[in-house]
């Protein structure tokens, strides 16, 4: 299961290009925090504080609690966008998740045994077709990744889902 990340929010008033442009130069994110049949909300991030949770890479299958107003959230990041030149966060959208909520959420998949395959050392070469799974499950069981042994692949097999043991929920 993946850990839960704590991050503060601060509310914020107004939507629209300018009022993101405006929050972007105080160093802030402009994000949103919507789902869970409440109203949505207009949130800012402080960059320095989110920038290391997404550069991880399994961003968008970790678990937030958001501190807005004295207020916790628990959310889960539904999208990132980036600025395309410079490659910096220009905005975040957040899940609202409610008590037993079910979603879908794509998990890493981790591939290990690469190195040592028969198939490599006869000369093949590994083609990751997907790096990520996407999950039915709740908050409580996310995994981290998914674990795919390929120690034992000849040249021409494949992994399929169906052969990947997953975790219960």
């Known amino acids: 299961m993946s850990k839960i990340v704590q991050l503060k929010a601060a509310p914020r008033a107004r939507a629209g290009k300018g009022a993101s442009r405006a929050v972007r130069r105080e160093g802030l994110v402009p994000g949103v925090v919507y789902g869970d049949k409440k109203e949505p909300q207009l949130i800012s991030l402080v960059y320095r504080d989110l920038d290391p949770h997404v550069q991880t890479g399994r961003f968008l299958a970790t678990l937030i609690d958001l501190e807005v107003d004295g207020k916790t959230v628990r959310a889960i990041p539904r999208d990132v966008q980036f600025e395309p030149v410079r490659d910096f966060i220009v905005h975040v959208d957040f899940l609202r998740l409610g ?20 198939g490599v050392k006869a000369g093949g070469a590994f083609n990751f077709v997907s790096h990520a799974v996407p999950l039915y499950c709740t908050a409580d069981v996310i995994p981290d990744q998914i674990e795919v042994d390929c120690s034992a692949m000849q040249i021409g097999q494949s992994v399929h889902l169906s052969q990947i043991q997953l975790p219960e929920g």
């Open 99 to 118: 008590k037993d909520a079910r979603f879908i959420v794509d998990v890493p998949v981790h591939f290990s045994g690469q190195e040592g395959a028969p």
